[in-house]
């Protein structure tokens, strides 16, 4: 029915409330479109039907129809739009980062446990797992409001730039005792390696309760700014 992504995109346009954006490939790890299939594409946009009509979705009290899917119209259609491959993400959960080939990123969890990996620094720009270790860095150092998510780079990866982990790992959370706080944390690592070192900290655990991290410190280069 669809022979190319232009025809999806064309064919949803006409019949969604609202679609947002698209994108051939996800950056966010866990996620991916089947490249064997026809029209392998993630469409983003809003999905509800306000329509009213009984026909479609459970009837109201007054009779109308409750909130309801806009498959509910076109179900042969948006199940065969699924067989073709395309998957749809609702737009407010998402971003794509299109300076850096179009991959789409989650902006909200779909779990305790998930750590972002698209950032938007102060400037509006992105940062994402294919910008180097050295960009993430720049925004990151010597700020102990911010953390790389540890499935971005790790520990081994700053210790491969010459960090040296500071006192393991700390927690933060809702159990006693779970109170590392980063700013007490840089002001530590100040006044045992002195003044001119550079911070970085590293989110290595998210859970419902509590999120675990470390901290890392090197000399400070005599050509490095604070």
């Known amino acids: 029915m669809f022979d190319t992504h232009q025809s999806v995109i064309d064919y949803l346009e006409a019949v969604l409330p609202e679609l947002s954006d698209y994108a051939s490939e996800y ?58 491959g395309v998957v749809f993400e609702w737009y407010d959960e998402w971003i794509i980062d299109h300076e850096n080939g179009g991959k789409a990123y989650r902006t909200t969890g779909d779990s305790y446990f998930w750590k972002p990996s698209l950032l938007v620094t102060d400037n509006g720009d992105y940062l994402t797992p294919d910008d180097d270790l050295d960009s993430w860095l720049d925004y990151m150092m010597n ?68 999120v675990e991290f470390s901290a890392y410190h090197r000399a400070r280069k005599e050509d490095d700014e604070d």
């Open 143 to 210: 700020e102990p409001t911010r953390c790389i998510p540890g499935h971005i780079y790790n520990g081994a990866d700053l210790e491969a730039a010459g960090f040296v982990k500071y006192n393991g790992r700390f927690e933060n959370g809702w159990h006693p005792g779970q109170d590392a706080d980063p700013t007490a944390i840089t002001a530590e690592i100040h006044e045992a390696h002195g003044p001119d070192v550079d911070i970085v900290f590293i989110l290595d655990e998210t859970s419902q309760f509590y």
């Open 27 to 84: 950056g966010e790890p866990g996620y991916s479109l089947d490249e064997t299939a026809a029209t392998p594409l993630a469409v983003f946009g809003y999905y509800w039907c306000k329509c009213g009509d009984p026909k479609y979705g459970e009837p109201n009290r007054d009779g109308s129809a409750s909130l309801h899917g806009i498959d509910a119209h076109y179900p042969q259609t948006f199940a065969r739009l699924e067989e073709q």
